[in-house]
């Protein structure tokens, strides 16, 4: 699953037809190890806070990960309070369409796809996720667009739902020449360094100034 430098080059794709093929199994082990080591480093920082658990690009959705993943959680009993379940609500785009900008078809392919395998997760683990938070998702279809407009016209009919809402984006960028070198995905850098990074962060600044914690 890693390349010579040990950096994880395994693409979601792969790892998603992985999950219904007979090697899934010895994958499923080896994720598991992974998994395990990186819950593990960071459990010291938490001083007792159960674990929020989320992945990039939402790997942890994945079949095999998933599985591997709960049983990580389960023999070990970890405390778990939260797993992020990337769940889409196509309704709510729906009802503000014309309000939207930015759309992009992958992000429709990309929200159906994470639907499927969260329908499978919740379904398999049914018992143990109804003990977890629980809020409307919004954001995969409008991944990476996620601007004060978007948020506006989104978050009402999201509250329709439920009082809690979880809003995916990526207010983060990466803009210094140095720190860009360091990125070892093409898809990442043009992902990190666009200007809609900013402008997610100008929305989510926007709404803290509008809804003081």
Do not use: W
């Not at 990186?38 to 690009?57: C, E, F, M, N, T």
């Not at 639907?115 to 809020?135: D, P, Q, T």
């Amino acid at each position: 699953m890693v390349d010579e430098k040990g950096v994880f080059n395994i693409s979601f794709l792969k790892l998603l037809l992985i999950s219904f093929l007979p090697v899934h199994k010895q994958y499923r082990k080896q994720l598991s190890k992974e998994i395990c080591a990186q819950i593990h480093a960071v459990l010291p920082y938490l001083s007792g806070k159960p674990l929020r658990i989320d992945s990039h690009s939402h790997y942890h959705m994945i079949p095999v990960v998933f599985d591997a993943l709960m049983d990580v959680i389960l023999e070990q009993e970890l405390p778990v309070s939260y797993i992020r379940i990337p769940r889409e609500h196509i309704k709510i785009y729906l009802r503000c369409k014309k309000k939207l900008m930015g759309f992009r078809p992958i992000n429709l392919l990309k929200t159906l796809i994470l639907n499927v395998l969260s329908r499978r997760n919740l379904s398999k683990y049914r018992n143990f996720e109804a003990g977890l938070e629980h809020s409307v998702f919004i954001g995969v279809l409008y991944s990476g667009r996620m601007c004060i407009q978007n948020i506006q016209a989104l978050r009402p009919e999201a509250e329709r739902l439920n009082q809690n809402i979880e809003i995916l984006a990526h207010p983060g960028g990466v803009f210094e020449e140095e720190d860009i070198r360091q990125l070892t995905n093409k898809g990442d850098i043009a992902f990190l360094t666009s200007d809609f990074r900013k402008k997610e962060a100008i929305a989510f600044i926007n709404l803290k100034t509008e809804d003081p914690v």
